[in-house]
C-alpha cells in the first residue's frame, strides 16, 4: 500500500508549459486554468510573439526549464495563418529532433488552420467552413459570442474569451474531433487532442 500523504499536502503536480503565439491563446488558456478543466497538471502558459522569432524564444525557454526540472513537459500550439508559418513548423520539429527533446516532435504541436479562432467558434457552434483570413471571421465571432465590437486587442479577447464556461469548452472538443487533423487543410485543428493530451498526463 502507498504511503499517504497528511490531509494538509497536496499531491505535487507535474508542470505542463503550452506555448503560444498571441494574446488570444495565452487568454484562452489562461481561461482553461481559472475554470479547473485540467486539474491534473501544473499548467503554465508561454506566449512567444513573432513567427521570425518564435522558434529562438521557445528553444531558449524549453533548455532553461528542462535544465531545471528534467521532467517537464510542453506543448506547442500554432496557427497555419501565412506562408511563414509551415516554414515554422518545420523549423520547430527539426529543432526539436536536434536538442533531442522529443522523439517524435509532431506528437507535441497542436496546429489550427487558418488560426485559432476556428477552435473559438467552436465553442458557440459547431463551425466547419473554411476561412482564409481573420477578417472572415470576425463577423462570426460578434454573432456566436454577443459582442457590439470586436477587434485584436487584449481587451476585445478577454471580452469574448471571459464568457467561454466549462460546458463550452467541451463541446468544442466535441465539435472538433471530426475536424481534419491535416495541417495543409482548411479548417484543420488538433486543438481537442492536445485537451486529450494534458488530461491524460499523471
Not at 481559472?34 to 513573432?50: A, D, P, Q, R, T
Not at 507535441?108 to 473554411?130: A, G, R, W
Request: charged residues 35%; hydrophobic residues 35%; glycine residues 4%.
Amino acid at each position: 500500500m502507498g504511503m499517504r500523504l497528511p490531509p494538509n499536502v497536496r499531491p505535487h503536480k507535474k508542470e505542463v508549459l503550452v506555448f503560444v503565439e498571441g494574446d488570444c491563446e495565452k487568454i484562452y488558456f489562461d481561461r482553461v486554468k481559472e475554470l479547473g478543466i485540467i486539474e491534473n497538471i501544473s499548467l503554465k502558459v508561454e506566449k512567444v510573439k513573432g513567427k521570425n522569432m518564435f522558434v529562438r524564444k521557445m528553444g531558449r525557454i524549453i533548455r532553461s526549464k528542462l535544465t531545471n526540472n528534467s521532467n517537464a513537459r510542453f506543448f506547442i500550439v500554432l496557427d497555419m495563418d501565412n506562408g511563414a508559418s509551415k516554414q515554422v513548423y518545420d523549423e520547430i520539429k527539426t529543432l526539436l529532433k536536434m536538442e533531442r527533446f522529443a522523439k517524435n516532435p509532431e506528437e507535441l504541436i497542436f496546429i489550427t488552420n487558418y488560426s485559432f479562432e476556428f477552435f473559438l467558434l467552436n465553442h458557440k457552434k459547431n463551425y466547419s467552413k473554411p476561412i482564409t483570413s481573420k477578417k472572415d471571421y470576425r463577423m462570426d465571432i460578434k454573432k456566436f459570442f454577443n459582442v457590439k465590437e470586436h477587434d485584436d486587442s487584449k481587451k476585445s479577447w478577454e471580452a469574448i474569451i471571459n464568457k467561454i464556461t466549462k460546458a463550452d469548452i467541451e463541446q468544442a472538443i466535441k465539435n472538433t474531433k471530426s475536424v481534419s487533423k491535416n495541417i495543409d487543410h482548411n479548417p484543420c485543428c488538433s486543438i481537442d487532442s492536445l485537451f486529450e493530451t494534458l488530461k491524460g498526463i499523471n
